[in-house]
């Protein structure tokens, strides 16, 4: 088991993972390559899953974490923080629904919702690996 500092940066590897999953993902079905679209999109799942679960372990042993910068990067890093925190609380039921829709043929209805889980989710990912940095590589 990882010490508990240790999540911080597990989480991050595991926002990028997902990020560069997401990404593949979305240039194999642009190439009509279903089969590695959805062996992408679902281990970014199971990614993200693990990254929640980290996620929850850590800040239910830590708490809230302070970002120690002042003036324009403290600005910044909330500029990044906020819409973060908002997106992040859509992508679980985005991802699931749009999996769903996936899996289950409704390719119409999947590809609709899957305009915006895209975006939100990397969106997500990629700004969680930013924060990270900020708040525990920076200072």
């Not at 190439?31 to 992408?40: D, E, I, T, Y």
């Not at 923080?81 to 629904?97: C, G, N, R």
Request: aromatic residues 12%; glycine residues 4%; proline residues 5%.
């Amino acid at each position: 088991m990882l010490p508990l500092n240790d999540l911080p940066a597990l989480n991050a590897i595991l926002n990028s993972t997902a990020a560069v999953l997401l990404v593949a993902g979305y240039v194999f079905i642009r190439q009509h390559r279903m089969a590695p679209h959805r062996a992408c999109m679902l281990a970014a799942i199971a990614v993200s899953a693990a990254f929640l679960v980290s996620y929850l372990v850590y800040h239910a042993q830590v708490g809230d974490v302070r970002f120690p910068g002042h003036g324009a990067i403290r600005v910044l890093y909330f500029v990044i923080l906020i819409p973060h925190v908002i997106l992040a609380m859509f992508v679980l039921p985005l991802a699931l629904v749009t999996a769903t829709l996936g899996l289950r043929a409704r390719y119409a209805t999947h590809r609709r919702i899957a305009r915006w889980t895209f975006p939100i989710w990397l969106y997500v990912s990629v700004t969680g690996v930013i924060i990270y940095l900020m708040l525990y590589r920076l200072y």
